[in-house]
């Protein structure tokens, strides 16, 4: 579906890309690792057509050097943030069809496979931002595009938010949809990629199936617990007596994980009767210290 070879962008003196190659084949949702910098958003511009490279790039078989308006037809785009005019969802997907050139007819459709049917006569200000991206995915699904690209599609959302998105992300993969998308969070790779490219400095420096990322990479997890503010001394001793590394903040608590050991923390607080509010999942290294915000 997409073949990307010596893949080349320099800006000025700088490489943002530096011979890049991998292929993608139809179906498969592959996730963009690295950290900021590292080329992830250069790739998916040169995917996207908006902007020149060096090398080789076909999309379903199209060259996007010679062929960059049918290339791009294929693509459905989901930046991180959309900003919408003020109408309804409904006006909102006819006005985007009108401009993409698609059938109008197809708005329902795809306000179905984004569970955004009820919400249809909304006016998009009155959207959560949960529900905004959704609208955003609407517009990309609007031309029945076989690729879907997005752009760290998650990292404005709330938990919850976070976990519709993926869901339905997973369902368009499943009906044969090739996904291609950018995140800095192991467990939206995890849930989300059959195969991760990792960019560092502008070039691929690991390929890999999601589940040995953080092997491969020394990654740190950590399981953020929000528990209620009667139950968070108790937390605290359980967490500490089983022997995990923690970091309090405010109503919550920081707990490192290993890749598979999320409930196993979780478990321990059910079996002291302590209520779990919700968790997440975060990566990286957290500053072991006392904060007092939420």
Known sequence: MITATNLTKRYGRVTALDNVSFTITAGEAVALWGANGAGKTTTLRCLLGVQGFEGHLTINGIDVHTQGKAARAAIGYVPQETVFYDMSVLETLHFYARLKKTDSGRA????????????CAKRVNMLSGGMKQRLALAVALLADPPVLVLDEPTANLDVKAQRDFIHTIQQL??????????SHRLDEVIALGSRVLVLSDGRLSLECPPHELATKLGLHRWLRIWVP?????NTLKVLESQGYAIMPNGRSVYVQVNLGGKIA???????????IEDFDLLDGDLALKEENHD
């Open 173 to 182: 993969n499943q009906s044969g949809k090739t996904i291609v998308f950018s």
């Open 229 to 233: 503010a009667h139950h968070k001394e």
């Open 265 to 275: 923390p979780l478990r321990s607080l059910e079996l002291a009767n302590i209520p």
């Open 108 to 119: 329902n459709a795809v306000l179905e496979q984004v569970a955004l049917v009820e919400h």
